[in-house]
């Protein structure tokens, strides 16, 4: 990419810059957690905060304090990560012949009769769809801040590969909008209340994003780790078929080059090109190392598999309707002539047990049980998609799990309200609000803000993702002139 020209109305240094310098000590120490910093959020809190601001400094200390906390969570860990460089594209290459030699192991077994690994059902898959959101929904988003160097010729890879996970501006290949379409099109959208295990992995990725400056090297590493088409991943696609899901989020980029990966490594070498002693090599080998560790905390795609349980998961969407069954079923009681049944309210466990030996689960022939006509009568059927099968998958299987509901436990069942999440279109950046008197140094940080984790899914985003991919393609001849603004009201 070439320099770009400054206009009269940039202000050169306005954007802190990453150029790397000889003394790479400077680098190494800014790790060090600040003494001020306050006590991190709980996880999920974190991630929403992450996800709406992109300025808070409160939110943006308790993120540095929660990396400081995963990278000394990390360092104890093992790690297969080359430490020769030299040597990284070939470890690459046998991970990616690996995948693909494991893959068609899976496919042999399968078609030879074998079950099915990962799902034993739709509402299994659903949850699936709905626990990987909180990573999903920021993909990408470690890579976020490369996008102010834009000046910078050797970020623009990391820049590109941003902007490849925003589809280059195109809706029908960004990240986002393609998972988002995914969980509307099975219902799962209601992923914000989940527990804070499932928001590990995003909320590193947004904290990364918001602090490249900070944490440059461990980046290089997190992209290193970052197998885009895994096995558990082409497992997961083959199977989500199998229960009715289209898997083409999953697969989109199969056929495509680790092109993020290959970006860091380059980047990498330039980082320690700078280092003037070995010792300094090995500070910044060893934090690129923990960055690489990071993927191996929170739940990975077989943790998020191996966490469902259809008993609990029944029990969660039965919690909201348990009074209303209880009454249905003490007037039925009554209408059939049995009183003094109980005297307090049932256990939720123990009624249902009890509305299983009545024969409320079994379906007529119709294929409805008596709970869903009961429930569907009270306007309390759960809302389509991943509760409602829920309840299908536990009423088929209801004489193997009605026997184990006296043992169930429902003490962390108590329903989570789901923090305001504000939607992409409350977004408060809009390209109508800028001013065109503005200068080039004001335009890009707008259209910065606008590609944003928060934003780059929205109409707008995605026309700021295609206006930076001009930038960085055609360098100082497209923009010197202001042709972004001219590319945004449609005159080029």
């Given at each position: 990419?070439?320099e770009?020209?400054?206009?009269?109305?940039?202000?050169?240094?306005?954007?802190?810059?990453?150029?790397?310098?000889?003394?790479?000590?400077?680098?190494?120490?800014?790790?060090?957690p600040?003494?001020?910093?306050?006590?991190?959020?709980?996880?999920?809190?974190?991630?929403?905060?992450?996800?709406?601001?992109?300025?808070?400094?409160?939110?943006?200390?308790?993120?540095?304090?929660?990396?400081?906390?995963?990278?000394?969570?990390?360092?104890?860990?093992?790690?297969?990560?080359?430490?020769?460089i030299?040597a990284?594209?070939?470890?690459?290459e046998?991970?990616?012949?690996?995948?693909?030699?494991?893959?068609?192991?899976?496919?042999?077994?399968?078609?030879?009769?074998?079950?099915?690994?990962?799902?034993?059902?739709?509402?299994?898959?659903?949850?699936?769809?709905?626990?990987?959101?909180?990573?999903?929904?920021?993909?990408?988003?470690?890579?976020?801040?490369f996008?102010?160097?834009?000046?910078?010729?050797?970020?623009?890879?990391?820049?590109?590969?941003?902007?490849?996970?925003l589809?280059?501006?195109?809706?029908?290949?960004?990240?986002?909008?393609?998972?988002?379409?995914?969980?509307?099109?099975?219902?799962?959208?209601?992923?914000?209340?989940?527990?804070?295990?499932?928001?590990?992995?995003?909320?590193?990725?947004?904290?990364?994003?918001?602090?490249?400056?900070?944490?440059?090297?461990?980046?290089?590493?997190?992209?290193?780790?970052?197998?885009?088409?895994?096995?558990?991943?082409?497992?997961?696609?083959?199977?989500?078929?199998?229960?009715?899901?289209?898997?083409?989020?999953?697969?989109?980029?199969?056929?495509?080059?680790?092109?993020?990966?290959?970006?860091?490594?380059?980047?990498?070498?330039?980082?320690?090109?700078?280092?003037?002693?070995?010792?300094?090599?090995?500070m910044?080998?060893?934090?690129?190392?923990n960055?690489?560790?990071?993927?191996?905390?929170?739940?990975?795609?077989?943790?998020?598999?191996?966490?469902?349980?259809?008993?609990?998961?029944?029990?969660?969407?039965?919690?909201?309707?348990?009074?209303?069954?209880?009454?249905?079923?003490?007037?039925?009681?009554?209408?059939?002539?049995?009183?003094?049944?109980?005297?307090?309210?049932?256990?939720?466990?123990?009624?249902?047990?009890?509305?299983?030996?009545?024969?409320?689960?079994?379906?007529?022939?119709?294929?409805?049980?008596?709970?869903?006509?009961?429930?569907?009568r009270?306007?309390?059927?759960?809302?389509?998609?991943?509760?409602?099968?829920?309840?299908?998958?536990?009423?088929?299987?209801?004489?193997?799990?009605?026997?184990?509901?006296?043992?169930s436990?429902?003490?962390?069942?108590?329903p989570?309200?789901?923090?305001?999440?504000?939607?992409?279109?409350?977004?408060?950046?809009?390209?109508?609000?800028?001013?065109?008197?503005?200068?080039?140094?004001?335009?890009?940080?707008?259209?910065?803000r606008l590609?944003?984790?928060?934003?780059?899914?929205?109409q707008?985003?995605?026309?700021?993702?295609?206006?930076?991919?001009?930038?960085?393609e055609?360098?100082?001849?497209?923009?010197?002139?202001?042709?972004?603004?001219?590319?945004?009201h449609?005159?080029?």
């Amino acid at each position: 990419m070439k320099e770009v020209t400054l206009g009269r109305g940039m202000i050169p240094g306005v954007v802190p810059s990453l150029a790397f310098r000889r003394d790479v000590s400077s680098i190494v120490a800014k790790r060090n957690p600040s003494p001020s910093i306050r006590a991190s959020f709980p996880v999920r809190d974190l991630f929403h905060a992450l996800a709406r601001s992109a300025g808070d400094s409160d939110t943006h200390h308790a993120a540095r304090k929660f990396l400081d906390e995963r990278l000394v969570e990390v360092a104890h860990l093992e790690s297969d990560l080359p430490h020769d460089i030299a040597a990284l594209p070939q470890w690459l290459e046998e991970r990616c012949a690996r995948v693909r030699s494991d893959y068609r192991a899976y496919l042999a077994d399968r078609h030879a009769g074998q079950q099915a690994r990962y799902f034993s059902c739709r509402a299994h898959a659903l949850h699936f769809l709905q626990s990987m959101a909180p990573s999903r929904m920021v993909e990408g988003a470690w890579l976020y801040g490369f996008l102010k160097h834009w000046r910078e010729a050797r970020f623009a890879p990391m820049c590109r590969v941003y902007l490849r996970n925003l589809g280059d501006g195109d809706p029908g290949c960004n990240q986002v909008s393609l998972y988002q379409k995914l969980l509307d099109r099975n219902g799962c959208a209601d992923w914000h209340g989940l527990d804070d295990q499932y928001y590990v992995q995003g909320a590193i990725r947004l904290a990364l994003g918001h602090h490249v400056d900070h944490y440059l090297p461990e980046i290089i590493g997190f992209n290193l780790g970052y197998d885009q088409v895994s096995l558990p991943m082409l497992i997961a696609a083959y199977e989500l078929s199998e229960q009715g899901v289209l898997p083409h989020y999953f697969t989109l980029h199969v056929t495509e080059d680790d092109a993020g990966a290959t970006s860091a490594m380059k980047l990498l070498g330039s980082l320690l090109d700078t280092a003037d002693s070995a010792k300094a090599r090995e500070m910044l080998l060893h934090r690129v190392n923990n960055g690489y560790k990071l993927h191996r905390l929170g739940l990975d795609i077989p943790g998020i598999v191996a966490s469902f349980d259809l008993q609990k998961a029944f029990l969660a969407v039965m919690q909201p309707c348990a009074a209303y069954l209880e009454r249905v079923y003490r007037i039925d009681c009554m209408e059939r002539g049995i009183r003094g049944r109980w005297t307090d309210s049932l256990p939720l466990p123990l009624l249902l047990q009890q509305l299983c030996n009545e024969g409320w689960m079994h379906p007529d022939e119709k294929g409805k049980t008596r709970l869903w006509q009961v429930l569907e009568r009270g306007n309390l059927l759960p809302a389509p998609g991943y509760p409602q099968q829920v309840v299908v998958n536990w009423s088929a299987r209801s004489d193997e799990y009605g026997k184990r509901l006296p043992h169930s436990d429902v003490a962390d069942l108590v329903p989570v309200s789901p923090p305001p999440v504000r939607r992409p279109e409350e977004a408060e950046e809009h390209w109508a609000d800028f001013n065109e008197s503005g200068s080039q140094a004001d335009l890009m940080e707008h259209m910065i803000r606008l590609l944003s984790p928060l934003a780059h899914h929205t109409q707008e985003g995605l026309k700021a993702a295609r206006i930076y991919k001009s930038i960085l393609e055609k360098g100082s001849e497209l923009y010197s002139q202001h042709s972004a603004l001219f590319l945004w009201h449609g005159r080029v």
